[in-house]
């Protein structure tokens, strides 16, 4: 069974920068898109910013402009580069993925098209 292994949080100071990375665990297999999701306390989790395995990407407003995500498709390995961080961007961060491959915006946004998932790392922005 394939896993997602997250790495790269820590606290930073706002303004400041990260980068998370994402590798598989167990079984290996090409991934047709990947992403990055983020919960805060008390708070649903949201998507952050999503890659297809042929490079389309997508960012929440919140990041765009800020954060920067990358895939590696041979390796099945995620990045996800975080700049001018603020504290509305700490939370705990997920990376996730799916095998399938997804044509529209819309099924590359919907959450429930990741079946495989982190067990996440936590980002704290604070001074």
């Known amino acids: 069974q394939m896993q997602l292994v997250e790495s790269g949080g820590g606290l930073v100071q706002p303004g400041g920068s990260l980068r998370l990375s994402c590798a598989p665990s167990?079984?290996?297999?090409?991934?047709?898109?990947m992403g990055w999701f983020r919960q805060a306390p008390g708070k649903q989790r949201e998507l952050v910013a999503v890659?297809?395995?042929?490079?389309?990407?997508n960012y929440a407003d919140s990041v765009k402009g800020r954060f920067t995500i990358s895939m590696d498709n041979a390796k099945s390995t995620a990045s996800l580069q975080m700049n001018s961080l603020k504290p509305d961007d700490t939370a705990v961060y997920y990376c996730a993925g799916s095998r399938r491959r997804f044509p529209s915006l819309r099924s590359r946004l919907d959450i429930n098209n990741y079946d495989i998932w982190g067990q996440g790392t936590q980002v704290t922005v604070s001074s």
């Open positions: 167990g079984s290996i297999f090409s991934l047709g898109l």
């Open positions: 890659i297809s395995s042929g490079g389309l990407t």
